[in-house]
């Protein structure tokens, strides 16, 4: 599951709330009303997501006070180990005409760049969308008509110390009177909220998952049943590992091309295959193929581990949990192989 770090810019982190508008509209409250429509759309397509800032200070777990403001954002987002990193501002200029969308990456990243372009493409396609759908109405036509300044290189503390691929969409000026009228409203926020959302599913090149039904579980129920007892595993084991994968949905693929419910890495699903003595162009979408080869894995996993059939304590669980995931790190399942050999030989 891709970790996705929404930093709405400025806030009670560091007491400042940005540029202020004529109005008295603060930059930190709309970033804020943005990130927060992201965070909901992202985790409706399957993301985790880590915020810098939600509600107050003292309830964000991972606010440190000792950091100053800029290096707590990066550190928190560093420290999550998130895959991206996505600031939210609005811009301002001394000069009121001066109107309209950017987006920078840190200087030389191409994937940085990549995502930043990503994102800025679907803030023109929902641009058009909406002028299309305003083009009645010459006052909101004329709102939604801002300029495209393009993606830039920016050497922004958050750009240049975050550890991911990092953009800060600079989404409107507060400066411009227009483009302020615009930034309030819910229209362009959502909107905002939603280019960031399929910015990213077109960065990993993923559709959006469908969230699934309240009743998936139920259709699978069989299923998980039926294998976890020939395995012996846990039958609640199986259903976490399988929303934690793939929120339930057979369709899904990670961007290390793992597949269906049990997110199964070509590799292992082929050697699964082979094990089980299935046809070698079995689909890995196949939710009962998918679900068979995952328990499957599972308990080779307990095999590797020297840990027995029936063990189905919290602390095998765990240890087979990580290195079901540690499938995409071939690494650490060699050092995991090392140190159970060496232990063997004393
Ligand atoms: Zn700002």
């Known amino acids: 599951m891709e970790k996705i770090f929404i930093d709405p810019g400025h806030g009670d982190i560091g007491k400042d709330f940005g540029a202020i508008g004529k109005d008295g509209t603060r930059e930190a409250d709309i970033a804020l009303s943005i990130g927060k429509t992201a965070k909901t759309l992202l985790e409706k397509d399957g993301y985790k997501v880590y915020m810098s800032r939600e509600k107050e200070m003292s309830g964000n777990p991972l606010y440190s006070q000792s950091l ?86 920016g050497n922004y503390y958050v750009l240049t110390d975050t550890d991911m691929p990092a953009v800060l969409c ?53 299923l998980i049943k039926k294998y976890s007892k020939h395995y012996s595993l846990d039958e609640k084991f199986i259903d976490v590992i399988i929303q ?20 199964l890495l070509p590799e292992t699903f082929k050697g699964c295959l082979k094990a089980l003595k299935l046809p070698e162009n079995s689909d ?13 894995h599972l308990s080779y996993l307990k095999s590797i581990f020297s840990i027995s059939k029936g063990d ?14 540690e499938g995409q790190n071939t690494d650490g399942m060699k050092y995991a192989r090392e140190v159970i050999g060496r232990m063997k030989n004393g």
């Open 68 to 153: 100053g403001d800029l290096p707590y954002r990066t550190k928190a987002a560093n420290d999550a180990g998130c895959d991206l990193f996505i600031s939210i501002h609005c811009n301002a200029s001394s000069n009121s005409a001066g109107n309209g969308t950017e987006i920078y990456h840190c200087p030389g990243s191409t994937e940085g760049k990549k995502l930043a372009k990503a994102i800025l493409n679907e803030v023109l396609y929902l641009q058009k969308v909406k002028k299309e759908k305003h083009k009645t109405d010459k006052a909101l036509l004329k709102l939604w008509d801002f300029t495209n300044r393009g993606v830039k290189e």
């Open 170 to 222: 600079e989404t409107l000026f507060m400066s411009n009177p227009d483009d302020l009228k615009l930034l309030k409203t819910s229209e362009f926020q959502t909107a905002y909220a939603q280019a960031i959302t399929s910015g990213v599913n077109k960065y990993f090149n993923v559709k959006p998952v469908e969230k699934p039904a309240a009743t998936v579980t139920g259709k699978y129920s069989d």
């Open 244 to 263: 934690q994968e793939s929120s339930y949905n057979p369709k899904a693929v990670s961007i290390h091309n793992a597949k269906g419910l049990m997110q």
């Open 284 to 296: 890995p979408f196949n939710p009962e193929i998918n679900i068979q080869c995952g328990c499957y």
């Open 312 to 325: 189905n304590s919290r602390s095998t669980q765990l240890l087979i949990a990580c290195a079901y995931n």
